[in-house]
């Protein structure tokens, strides 16, 4: 049997990995983009051959980069707004806290709260 404090070691562990392979999934791809936008030829080949800058020019040279720029702040700053108003709203009308049924560190046997009405008996 394991102990308690190897099955919190144990716990920690895979919790610890698996935020780390998620950030990877999320981050790797846009650290190689970035790696591959910095070579001067057209294919990408590992190991890159020659680094250059010259695609850089070549995109803010482009009329439609510019306003594709514009509309996605916006959309981000909409989403943020939107998304700060609404999280700071509170709780809404039909969750369990804004009924007033709170859980407590020791629950009664004969009320428990649900997400999906605000109390109920067992």
Same mark, same amino acid.
């Not at 394991?2 to 392979?21: C, E, F, I, N, Q």
């Not at 999934?25 to 051959?49: D, Q």
């Given at each position: 049997?394991?102990?308690? =404090?190897?099955?919190?070691?144990?716990?920690?562990?895979?919790?610890?990995?698996?935020?780390?392979?998620l950030l *990877?999934?999320? #981050?790797?791809? %846009? %650290?190689? +983009?970035?790696?591959?936008?910095?070579?001067?030829? =057209?294919? +990408?080949?590992?190991?890159?051959?020659t680094?250059?800058?010259?695609? #850089?020019? *070549?995109?803010?040279?482009?009329?439609?980069?510019?306003? *594709?720029?514009?509309?996605s702040?916006?959309?981000?700053?909409?989403?943020?707004?939107?998304?700060?108003?609404? $999280?700071?709203? $509170?709780? @809404?009308? $039909? @969750?369990?806290? *804004?009924? $007033? /049924?709170?859980? @407590?560190?020791?629950?009664?046997?004969? =009320?428990? /709260?649900?997400? =999906? @009405?605000? /109390?109920?008996?067992?």
């Open positions: 049997m394991m102990s308690d =404090r190897t099955k919190s070691a144990l716990v920690d562990t895979l919790l610890v990995g698996s935020v780390a392979l *990877a999934f999320f #981050y790797v791809p %846009i %650290i190689t +983009l970035v790696v591959f936008s910095f070579t001067g030829s =057209r294919m +990408l080949t590992l190991p890159i051959e680094w250059s800058t010259e695609w #850089y020019p *070549a995109l803010f040279a482009k009329g439609d980069f510019i306003p *594709a720029l514009k509309n702040a916006l959309i981000a700053a909409i989403t943020t707004i939107f998304a700060t108003v609404l $999280g700071a709203a $509170g709780p @809404s009308p $039909g @969750s369990a806290s *804004a009924s $007033g /049924c709170r859980p @407590s560190s020791a629950p009664s046997p004969s =009320r428990r /709260c649900s997400f =999906r @009405s605000s /109390c109920s008996a067992w």
